[in-house]
């Protein structure tokens, strides 16, 4: 049995768990969420304890990484309904910006057109200044998913520290190269 797998969840005041047959669904102040199960999983609802345990008849190594990687997607599940997920994305280099418009994102990135995204439906976007994107959501997977397809636009590069990355991302700057002169 996973370790991981074993660890009960915890289920918040205002976060509602309902299960029928293999499907879980999670509402709460941020949103709803739905999980299919794997056939191998089942789950039990304490609705007094407000607890919820997964469970699983594990006999080999991928069937005990199945029931984990359940474990930790519906206990991400329940704390996006409540709390919900937010990455930060920072635009650096000159005349780069970003602009939030609607349903889309325009970017300029020093490229010969402004680049065009659409907000997938469960996320909300904000620029609180033209070089700051926020995305925040319910559902972890998506919120990660949309800001790497923002990142992989145009990553930062290590030499000029030009382009897009993650506010709490680290990137080392590179020296570039230097030219000595041959006087010899």
Do not use: W
Not at 41 to 66: F, P, R, S
Not at 100 to 106: H, K, L, M, S
Not at 123 to 129: A, D, E, I, M, Q
């Amino acid at each position: 049995m996973s370790r991981i797998g074993k660890k009960m969840i915890d289920i918040p005041d205002g976060v509602k768990v309902s299960q029928k047959d293999k499907k879980l669904s999670f509402a709460g102040p941020k949103g709803t969420l739905e999980i299919n199960l794997h056939r191998i999983i089942t789950t039990q609802i304490d609705e007094a304890g407000k607890k919820l345990k997964v469970l699983c008849d594990a006999k080999t190594a991928q069937e005990k990484a199945i029931h984990g990687t359940y474990r930790s997607l519906i206990n991400n599940a329940v704390i996006g309904v409540q709390k919900g997920y937010e990455k930060k994305i920072e635009i650096h280099g000159v005349g780069y910006n970003t602009k939030v418009q609607g349903p889309e994102i325009t970017l300029v990135l020093g490229y010969s057109h402004p680049i065009k995204m659409i907000i997938p439906k469960g996320l909300t976007v904000t620029s609180p200044n033209p070089n700051t994107l926020v995305i925040e959501g319910a559902d972890k997977e998506l919120v990660g998913h949309f800001a790497f397809k923002i990142r992989d636009i145009k990553p930062c590069e290590p030499y000029n520290l030009k382009g897009i990355k993650y506010a709490d991302e680290v990137i080392k700057k590179k020296a570039g190269k230097t030219f000595v002169s041959g006087a010899s």
